[in-house]
């Protein structure tokens, strides 16, 4: 190398030792310009150079003086060279980190240390440079100032790599499998247990003690409402108004948005989180249950906390093959969840219970801490087996045979937490031993002689027991349900058997045969209930403590006489034609709904004829009609009812005028009867004469209305 | 079998790939990517080891699933919105409606006339939740219950939407959700079936029920559902017919599980085994299903809690009562389909009968749980298939009305099994027409529902057809803020 180069780099070595000495001696009273800074934060990426140079140079002093290298010029030349370059390197970086470190944010222990390793290198990397021919710089020396140097590096970068990228940054992904415990809800304090392992995952790899950017530090509760350059971090209650928030919530490209870009970031609920803590005061002290349940933030907190604490079963499990052995039928044992010790024994069929099948389950008896013998015949001496499953959590005793005197043995269960004697004969004397059993958290005592008094005494002396008393009659009567008609037809020839029903056994029904409603002196029925004439059925059902049902209503209809021919002189409208004129003689009414194809209809005046093989004597001719306003549906304005012994004797026997439905009328099913002497009969007309003009509140106003029948009756 | 086969040389591959590359470290690290599982015990074993259990300590034992058939209106039910009211009449803005798409029945309309509710809101219990009058006794055990208004769901027809709530996929052929309840958990009670489907139907319009919805899908037969008819048989062909006794029939049974098995080591065939299981479970379901459908030995105070429908067989009310026993005797999936809640029109007759036939029996349900200290077990859902349109499909009178299908937000409740009581979850907008905060997919829903019974949705799973289904199909976050 030329002579001339190498002496002004030995030179400018000696000028950047002294400079550095001058930085560090007055670094606290400079100020630099801004260009400066540039240089400065170059110091990251320059920092490489001298790391491997100096390494390499270190590892060939090491062997300077093995005597294969020691006579080789090239070697030793190389050493020399690599050795100033890697030391000017040194420096250069050492000032660049100088000057870098001005910057703010770069307090702290990590920092200081850094910079005395690395000043630390620079010094000793020169000072071998310098004396490493001098005869007194013996080759053991030279072996422990370059293994001491490679030493300096080594720490110097990596306390470096901990001030840029965080202490830990290399074994994070080991210990992160190491989450730290999350606080159980019920002993979270809301700043503690969830802000602050916020502000310490998103915020403090900047705002700490040894970084402090912004001179902003989050390590303790001072700090942080002290805040940094920029004022307070927060107005407590008005997080509108406070810089936290309006720095998280700037867009991501913003220079002052925060987390810096490229640095994790914060989730919505984060966000929330703290916006919500500023919102109610920013208090460091407050646990998350005290929050109003609901309240959004107790919701929030609750998400970043563990779920409440499950139990752990320390007992060990039972063997395998014991538990499928006992599982059958009728008792089923298993476990909680998998890998649970923890065992769950449910009993079904109260025929195939017996008290061995209980005591069989003594091979199990750590394991179980569920027993549901609800509805078993469970008695008292039982109780002694169950009393020895010392784990038992959950108890369902209702509905069993236990008089109350065995009770007492539940007291050695010191885990139990919840026990249901619902449907039990246990009074307000017996209940008394749930005092002994420390852990009960819920008593079920719903249908027990227990009287609500007895069971607010109780509420009273164990506040920490839930007492659930379960559904109590007011004393208010119920309405009953409506009696249910067995019977399924309505017309009938000659009479009919009505049966009836009620669903709940001892209800009485009364009926009326005269279209009033029935009440509680009206006829009971019995079932040889036997109708014979038209008539409206209405029955009603009565019981003592109980309301009296609604009125069901019925319309039953006799048809004495079917003629043997019946025709149309005009064929009805072709939508509403039924199964032709037979369909007035089937027995099936129409319904409400008239496009259901039972209703015969005409938009013009009716004529139907009926021709009896045989004379009959009539006396009565009524007609099954539906009247529907929105229809256009009218009941005929006249009916006309011709008959005789035969087609050409025929006179007019009666004629009846409908009333006509007003307006708002609701569409009914109606009967129009036509009675008249007894007359002998063997053909016979009527003639529904229809609505000329539909009244101005129809659908079609000044239209023909139609007239629609379904069956006709002769009596 | 053949699949035993695959499975076998896979493993024969993955030990021989490893020990030809057991080179150093390198290799192992290879190995590790190639083969994920490597070092840790691999997850989809789990699923196989895990059946019939819970994968950890659950919260809820079994499920009883009060379906309201036909989508019952939130605006008239758990979603006060009184801004209905003030702008009745008018036009649903369309920055409200964003485009979404509705139904052919209400597309075509020139207007969409915003409807408020004919039925006042109350304020009840420690949430204050919004009730309205519609459901009195439900408003009594508010206290108890979970209301989630901020239910949402993809389909807008009643079977796609039906068959969504139910197996998870709009399409049908999956298995039901009590079929993978039953696959999971397994069944109690080995006297009863563990999925039971019990059918009731009001006088309002009303949507047909399919046994689709309670099949089994790709999975053993042994988890259909099993539905009880209101009939005098109320399992069909569970009877012996006239003549056979029982020791006829256990004779019978012997022989033909004997012949099964024969088939069975022939063949290999699981589905013969879960024949033999079957038969022999109808022949103990001869004595225990005329005890548990006798409600006639119920006490006086249980028919006046339930209402006296109770004791009529096929109604919502016997239902409820049913599903108590059942589910008291360790069914773990009762479902119910109450039909006719689907008021395109005539909205203000249909609701109150609809409402009165299910209100009293729906809470009293939860009372009769609770006070045998089953309700902790036992996780009950009430709810539909989506809401209904906040403006009136027809035209708009004072006291007449109709609701179009709405799927972007509707209202149902649950209770016990581990979910919060007393709270009112979710927001919507005043319109009652989009979520505003916390919208529970019915993705999430199954999620959470699977997590209360100790499931982890993602690792119930079943192959079929060389896939890895699971009811969440591959979505469904468990929704923390309704769990205790």
Known sequence: MNKTLKRIAENFLFAANIFILFLLLFENKMIFPAWLQSVG????????????????AMCMEFFRHKSTYSSQEFYQNFTTLFLLIGAISAAITVIMGLLLSKENGYTGDAVMFHKWFGVGIVFIASFIYWVRNKN???????????????????????????????????????????????APIERAVLYTDVVQPLLAAK???????????????????????????????FIPSNPRNSLLIERINLPEEEKKHM???????????EKELLFRWIQTGADFKKKVIDLPEGDSLRLIAAKFLAPPQEEEFTFSPADEKTIHSLSNNYRVVYPVAVESPALIVDFYNRKQFTSKALEELNAVKKQIVTLNVNKMPVTDNDLKTISQFENLRILNLNFTDITGNGLQQLSALKYLKSLSISGDKIDNKNIAVINKIKSLKEVFVWNTPLKTDDINALKNENKNIVFVEGYINDGKPTQLNNPILLTTKYIFSDTIHLALKHPIPGTQIRYTLDNTDPDSVSVLYKDDLVLDKTLTFKARAFKETWLPSDSIVYDFYKSGYKPDTV??????????????????????????????????????????????????????????MLKNIGGDIYPPTLIQVWGGINKTHL???????????????????FLEECKFAPTNIGYIKIIATSVKNVPKFGTSPNKKGWIFTDEIFLN | MEKEIIENSLNINRRKFLSQMSLGLGSVALGSLLIPDLFSKPDDDVSSVMLGMPHFAPKAKRVIYLFQNGAPSQLESFDYKPKLREMAGQDLPESVRMGQRLTGMSAFQAHFPLAGSVYDFQQYGKSRAWISDLFPHTAKVVDDICIIKTMYTEAINHDPALTFFQTGAQQGNRPSFGSWMSYGLGSENKNLPAFCVLLSRGKGNGQ??????????????????????????????????????????????????????????QFGDPEINTKIQQYEMAYRMQTAVPDITD????????????????????????????????????????QLYHQGWDQHSNLPKDMPGQAKDVDQASAALITDLKQRGLLDETLVIWGGEFGRTNYSQGKLEKTNYGRDHHPRCFSIWMAGGGVKSGIVYGETDEFGYNIIKDGIHVHDFHATCLHLLGLNHEKLTYKSQGRRYRLTDLAGQVIDGIMA
């Open chain 1, 41 to 56: 934060r170059m110091h990251p990426m320059f920092l490489h150079f001298p790391i491997v140079i100096l390494l390499i």
């Open chain 1, 136 to 182: 007194f710089f013996t080759p053991l020396l030279a072996k422990i100032f370059s293994v001491v140097t490679v030493c300096c590096i080594i720490i110097g970068g990596h306390l470096g790599a901990n001030v840029t990228h965080g202490e830990n940054f290399v074994s994070t992904p080991f210990l992160s499998k190491k989450i730290t415990e999350k």
């Open chain 1, 203 to 233: 915020c403090m790899s900047c705002h700490n003690s040894e970084k402090a950017k912004g001179n902003l530090l989050l390590d303790n509760e001072a700090d942080i409402l002290k805040g940094g350059k920029n004022g307070k971090l």
């Open chain 1, 259 to 269: 987390p810096l870009s490229g640095k994790p970031q914060l989730s919505d609920d």
């Open chain 1, 567 to 624: 025709f149309f002189a005009d064929l009805p409208a072709d939508k509403y034609k039924a199964d032709g004129a037979k369909s007035l003689f089937d027995n099936k009414t129409g319904e409400l709904n008239f496009g259901l194809g039972k209703w015969i209809g005409f938009q013009k005046d009716m004529e139907v004829f009926m021709q009896f093989n045989k004379p009959v004597k009539l006396h009565s001719v009524a007609l099954h």
């Open chain 1, 651 to 669: 006179k007019l026997l009666q004629t009846i005028k409908p009333i006509m439905p007003g307006n708002g009328d609701i569409s009914s099913l």
């Open chain 2, 208 to 265: 047909g029920v399919y046994s689709k919805l309670w099949s089994n899908g790709f999975l053993d037969s042994i988890h259909q559902g099993v539905q009880f008819s209101s009939g005098e048989n109320p399992v069909l062909y569970l009877n012996d017919h006239a003549g056979i006794n029982k020791s006829d029939r256990r004779k019978m049974l012997d022989k033909l599980a004997e012949m099964n098995d024969i088939n069975y080591k």
């Open chain 2, 295 to 334: 409600t006639s030995k119920e006490p006086d105070d249980i028919v006046k809690l339930y209402g006296p429908d109770c004791l009529v067989p096929g109604t919502y009310a016997a239902n409820c009562l049913l599903a108590r026993k059942l589910s008291e005797n360790g069914v773990r999936f009762v």
